[in-house]
């Protein structure tokens, strides 16, 4: 039922403006302080310049048309046109996606970026090709680490703790390895549920510890950077396919050019957000992190022998 009603919202958005082709919505669960939600606003500029003012871009952000995975699926079914996700939820509707959620992947930021820039990339954005959406670009968002109203220095600080997580099997996978039960909840949730005691801690970037006031209920951001995982703007099939050549060519080059403005935004806001969690009393702690890469070894052997997440282990370890 909650489903069908957010497609019922998302259809009279749509009817709002008119349903047309040329109007593109686009949803997203961050609020508006977030280099995702700039990258965006880039990305709609680009479009409404390049097409001379033929094509828009709508924004919908703060989960306005439902959590990532709800809007995700409307992507999918074409009641909404494109959605920001997090990475490692794309893998729940193309599994091609786990290879850049596996543990320890990338080596800095600037790996992470290569790899964003490159023809593997454009290969893993084309994988879901025949099953409702396609990938349009990937936006930086940083490193993630755990968090949590109690000090985590090692893997045996999880023992037990029950760790907020993307619905991600893989992110879940790498949870249970590190001896915590993994607990998905949405994104808009997560205040509450570490507020109330749902959850004993979550994993995200320093930003969302701050943008969305996670750090009022979690003091400790451990600095243990188990995962550097994009974030990828998808847009429906039934919307790509409704596009003329042209506009596709308009579409794919603003958002190729927003990653580029995205990348140089994060990585201003990321680190004033980290001073920002310093006034906070928010205590960072280095780690060891050899010792939770320890814990995860098993993904990675497993990933690397997987004929097609092998091809993107590979790629991404050589750049």
């Known amino acids: 039922m909650k489903h069908k009603l957010l497609t019922l919202a998302a259809a009279s958005v749509l009817m709002a403006f008119g349903a047309n082709a040329k109007t593109l919505t686009l949803g997203h669960a961050m609020n508006l302080e977030s280099a995702a939600h700039a990258g965006m606003e880039i990305f709609a500029e680009k479009v409404s310049e390049k097409s001379n003012g033929e094509m828009n871009v709508r924004i ?63 290969k893993l954005l ?69 507020q109330q005691g749902v959850i004993d801690a979550a994993e995200n970037n320093i930003s969302s510890l701050v943008e969305m006031k996670h750090s009022e209920v979690a003091k400790y951001y451990s600095m243990n950077e188990h995962m550097m ?27 190729l ?12 806001i990321d680190g004033k957000n980290k001073e920002v969690a310093k006034t906070l009393d928010v205590k960072f702690i280095e780690v060891d992190k050899s010792k939770f890469r320890a814990k995860v070894q098993p993904m990675i052997d497993s990933a690397e022998q997987d004929p097609t997440l092998g091809y993107y282990i590979y790629a991404i370890q050589k750049m």
């Open 60 to 122: 919908f952000p703060n989960g306005m048309l439902g959590s990532e995975r709800d809007q995700a699926e409307q992507v999918v079914t074409g009641a909404i046109d494109m959605a920001k996700i997090n990475g490692s939820l794309a893998e729940s509707f193309e599994p091609t996606y786990k290879a850049i959620s596996i543990p320890f992947l990338f080596r800095d930021a600037d790996h992470m970026h290569t790899f964003m820039r490159s023809e593997a990339a454009e």
């Open 126 to 194: 084309q994988s879901s090709e025949g099953k409702g959406f396609v990938g349009l670009t990937l936006y930086d968002s940083g490193s993630r680490s755990f968090y949590s109203s109690k000090p985590i220095e090692t893997p045996e600080d999880l023992a037990g703790l029950k760790i907020r997580v993307p619905e991600s099997p893989t992110m879940m996978e790498m949870v249970r390895l590190l001896g915590a039960r993994a607990t998905p909840v949405p994104f808009t949730e997560v205040y509450t549920a570490l």
């Open 229 to 255: 995982t994009p974030d990828l703007i998808m847009i429906s099939e039934n919307t790509w396919n409704s596009l003329s050549p042209d506009q596709q060519t308009i579409v794919k080059e603003a958002a």
């Open 257 to 268: 050019e927003s990653m580029e403005e995205e990348i140089k935004i994060w990585a201003e």
